[in-house]
């Protein structure tokens, strides 16, 4: 490999690809700020109206509702309220002791098939509650039902797409959830699932079997042991996709990795339920193990052509960390601040799913995925052909594709702790931004140059 150029805080990157870097001695010019006052309630999510421009931030015990000049519009306070663990979501007992407790915002999403904000917190074994888009102090709806992470460090992950029992027309909520064991209810709720956001079954299971249904649980054998991150979540050509960080095995000693989880959004026993490893690899052979964020957009045209897609094709844009080397090096989930920037195509990715169902349906390996049931070989059907457009069978199912989705980075820094990344297009070119740690806000500007350069990515530091 060339030698990597250094600038400022250390950011590299790989070859075909220029660096222009400019640290400035202050930020840009800040249009609008909002600060939620003296009360020290952390702000947790944030999501904007794409109609109204409304902003809609959820943090501990409080909701707002902003303007798009973020004046405050509405507050809500959500806690804390009595509450314990050990209380189930409804009709807790008398005898339970039950403490004053916060209520942390898990989850934010905007519903705009019926125009309404969706809002899940820690509180009850981790309920949602339905309110009026246009003023959020109008609860139209909540619902004693566990839906999302009951304490303040397990993750979650929603996102509203299609889903049974008619999709494209219906849409349902898809959950991906941390098992947190500090409750004995928390096995009730399931890893990922599909959700109801029909009234009269409001974040129910959306179809539910003896054995079979809208979702997936991680076994009472490994629950404890293997706990699954969930980064991430978006929906593309009929199928919905999860982004984890999990051990490899779900043995001791086992490293960890990034994961695509995904499902078909037709699915109604998800028998097409399928994880592949993600990989952000430099062509040292450095590996950003921990996916830390990602954001799913359309390309530029100048990307897209270099990536063999559209620009009307999805792009996923994945920030990846290092396992920090002082906390056990990949057997930690802990990153350290060694961050790359990762682009992949979803034609790519569905291509990599296609092939490892193909292998498994042809009689290859073993299912894998022993954390949530146990990894039998592979049986050999009579399919002649699976498409990517396939949904699964009653076989093979859930399935582990030991084949990953591999990239090389496009730009990688020392020093710097990547958590949060965003995309756009702007004709040929695509800009990204990206978060860090620290608060810092860097700007990247990819495209295309054919004659001069070849890949050419243009670096602003903020």
């Not at 593309?236 to 960080?245: N, Q």
């Not at 193990?289 to 954001?295: E, F, R």
């Not at 695509?430 to 004659?451: D, N």
């Amino acid at each position: 490999m060339a030698s990597a150029k250094q600038f400022g805080d250390s950011l590299s990157i790989w070859p075909l690809l220029v660096l222009t870097s400019l640290c400035l001695a202050s930020a840009g010019p800040i249009v609008n700020t909002f600060n939620e006052g003296n009360g020290g309630h952390r702000l947790q999510h944030l999501v904007v109206d794409k109609h109204s421009a409304l902003v809609y931030v959820g943090g501990v015990n409080r909701l707002y509702q902003l303007s798009p000049e973020l004046e405050r519009q509405v507050t809500v306070e959500t806690g804390p309220r009595e509450d314990s663990p050990e209380c189930p979501a409804v009709d807790c007992l008398g005898s339970v002791l039950k403490r004053p407790t916060d209520n942390v915002n898990k989850a934010l999403v905007i519903d705009y098939t019926d125009t309404r904000l969706i809002a899940c917190g820690t509180l009850y074994q981790g309920i949602c509650s339905v309110r009026n888009l246009k003023n959020i102090s109008e609860e139209l709806m909540e619902v004693r039902e566990p839906v999302v992470a009951n304490n303040s460090t397990a993750t979650t992950v929603v996102f509203i797409a299609p889903g049974p029992p008619n999709p494209p027309s219906t849409h349902v909520l898809y959950v991906g959830v941390t098992y947190t064991g500090n409750s004995p209810y928390r096995s009730e709720v399931p890893a990922v699932s599909s959700r109801s956001l029909a009234r009269h079954e409001m974040f129910q299971i959306a179809k539910m079997e003896v054995t079979t249904g809208t979702r997936i649980s991680v076994n009472s054998l490994s629950r404890d042991r293997y706990p699954i991150h969930y980064v991430y979540g978006f929906s593309s050509e009929g199928f919905s996709y999860f982004l984890t960080t999990q051990m490899r095995e779900s043995t001791n000693n086992s490293p960890y990795i990034s994961k695509l989880v995904r499902v078909c959004q037709d699915d109604r026993d998800y028998y097409s339920y399928t994880e592949v490893p993600l990989e952000c690899v430099a062509e040292n052979g450095t590996r950003y193990n921990l996916i830390q964020a990602a954001y799913v957009d359309k390309p530029g045209s100048d990307l897209a052509a270099e990536l063999g897609i559209r620009a009307q094709d999805d792009v996923l844009f994945a920030v990846f960390a290092q396992s920090d080397p002082a906390e056990g090096g990949e057997m930690s989930n802990r990153p350290a601040p060694r961050s790359a920037l990762c682009v992949y195509s979803l034609k790519s990715i569905r291509r990599k799913f296609m092939h490892n169902i193909q292998k498994c349906f042809s009689g290859e390996g073993h299912r894998g995925l022993d954390f949530i049931s146990p990894s039998l070989p592979c049986v050999h059907t009579k399919l002649q052909t699976i498409g990517e457009d396939f949904c699964g069978l009653d076989v093979n199912t859930p399935l582990g594709g030991g084949e990953p989705v591999i990239e090389r980075p496009v730009c990688t820094m020392n020093n710097v702790l990547l958590t949060a990344v965003a995309a756009t297009s702007t004709g040929d070119f695509t800009v990204v931004f990206l978060g860090t740690s620290k608060g810092h806000l860097k700007k990247v500007f990819y495209f295309y140059f054919l004659l001069l350069f070849g890949n050419i990515c243009f670096f602003t530091l903020f």
